[in-house]
T-cell receptor
Framework: DTAVSQTPKYLVTQMGNDKSIKCEQN?????MYWYKQDSKKFLKIMFSYNNKELIINETVPNRFSPKSPDKAHLNLHINSLELGDSAVYFCASSQQESPSRYFGPGTRLTVT | AQSVSQHNHHVILSEAASLELGCNYS??????LFWYVQYPGQHLQLLLKYFSGDPLVKGIKGFEAEFIKSKFSFNLRKPSVQWSDTAEYFC??????????FGQGTELSVKP
């Protein structure tokens, strides 16, 4: 069974569109994250949610809006997509008191 | 601000060669350190981690890393690499705010 899953795996869309990426974890963790990996493979945290509450919000355009309907899900909605949003987006989860992160397979977003 | 620096951008080795990837961090407090591996087209997987205790930690697939506090370093080593070790390797430190901060990554190419 996949521990952290993301859908879709690939997403190709045009500038200006709105899209969502879904993430689910079946590990019973209480904290979930979104990371962005740019074309140079650099990974940076975007958001972190603990028990459905936002706890980390890095300097990310407000076109990006995470939504956590429950502890096992953290979705990422992106409005008015721009070329620079093209990247691989990784979801991850952990127990709040544990430093270890479990990563999902990533969603490769290409904006044309 | 905390940061992680990986000295080598791209390392090319022949099979059976020994590997050492450098990682330095800038963080004066208690550190939790990680090495992650990302095989081509796959998600991040944890290779090994250091929280406390023995500074020489052993991970999966024959990898090990040594935490040297005086040098703020956590270098990754493997005595004999295989073609299947071809991947991107990321060093990371967990900051006090709970953020996992990644280095720039080192691409390892192993020639058969």
């Amino acid at each position: 069974d996949t521990a952290v899953s993301q859908t879709p795996k690939y997403l190709v869309t045009q500038m200006g569109n709105d899209k969502s990426i879904k993430c689910e974890q079946n590990l019973g963790h209480d904290t979930m994250y979104w990371y962005k990996q740019d074309s140079k493979k650099f990974l940076k945290i975007m958001f972190s949610y603990n028990n459905k509450e936002l706890i980390i919000n890095e300097t990310v355009p407000n076109r990006f809006s995470p939504k956590s309907p429950d502890k096992a899900h953290l979705n990422l909605h992106i409005n008015s997509l721009e070329l620079g949003d093209s990247a691989v987006y990784f979801c991850a989860s952990s127990q709040q008191e544990s430093p270890s992160r479990y990563f999902g397979p990533g969603t490769r977003l290409t904006v044309t | 601000a905390q940061s992680v620096s990986q000295h080598n951008h791209h390392v090319i080795l022949s099979e059976a060669a020994s590997l050492e990837l450098g990682c330095n961090y800038s963080y004066g407090g208690t550190v939790n350190l990680f090495w992650y591996v990302q095989y081509p087209g796959q998600h991040l997987q944890l290779l090994l981690k250091y929280f406390s205790g023995d500074p020489l930690v052993k991970g999966i697939k024959g990898f090990e890393a040594e935490f040297i506090k005086s040098k703020f370093s956590f270098n990754l080593r493997k005595p004999s690499v295989q073609w299947s070790d071809t991947a991107e390797y990321f060093c990371a430190v967990l900051s006090q705010g709970g953020k996992l901060i990644f280095g720039q990554g080192t691409e390892l190419s192993v020639k058969p």
